[in-house]
């Protein structure tokens, strides 16, 4: 690669040469010595910050901020939709798959609360335009790729998917609304 090698001269003729690798200082524990030593920072300035070391989350830690933390994002969405009178409800593999979802955002927690967002958008709409009328959602693997594929069920306690019911309602959500209102106005 050219970014890897470099010569004394440049052209098909010239000579490579590996370019000497260089390792990032390791810091398990980042200290304020350390930032004074390698960062250039003066030491009044250093004394006056916190030092907080940052890890990646694995698997483990987002699945236990999803379904253990007091601050859990999908137990908040369960909380608010719960108070409209319908249960929330979720299958292990759509935990599995949210987490796997957020893994890839490499942003920590809040990409749970993202991508629970996405997942349950068109669910929570219906919920709220229409309360009363279901008694439960729930979400599932499918769900986390296609925020239409989750179960429904409604107070009789029939359960339907919920792209079948929004075809049969012929509901649009508030997107959609605003693209008819702006299509119509040209």
Not at 33 to 49: A, H, M, T, V, W
Not at 141 to 167: P, R
């Amino acid at each position: 690669k050219s970014d890897s090698y470099h010569g004394t001269t440049m052209g098909f003729g010239a000579e490579l040469v590996p370019k000497k690798q260089t390792v990032d200082i390791d810091y398990p524990t980042l200290t304020k010595e350390d930032l004074s030593k390698y960062g250039n920072i003066p030491e009044e300035l250093i004394g006056r910050i916190r030092i907080t070391q940052l890890k990646g989350h694995t698997r483990e830690s987002l699945t236990e901020i999803l379904l253990e933390s007091e601050s859990s994002p999908l137990l908040s969405e369960q909380r608010i939709i719960n108070s409209l009178g319908t249960e929330l409800r979720w299958t292990e593999g759509f935990s599995d798959a949210l987490v796997d979802r957020a893994i890839k955002q490499k942003t920590g927690g809040r990409s749970l609360q993202d991508e629970l967002e996405r997942a349950i958008k068109k669910a929570r709409w219906l919920v709220m335009t229409m309360p009363g009328m279901y008694k439960c959602i729930i979400l599932s693997a499918k769900t986390v790729e296609n925020n239409l594929d989750c179960e429904i069920i409604d107070i009789n306690g029939n359960s339907q998917n919920l792209s079948i019911l929004y075809e049969q309602l012929s509901v649009k959500l508030p997107e959609e609304e605003e693209k008819a209102k702006q299509k119509a106005l040209k």
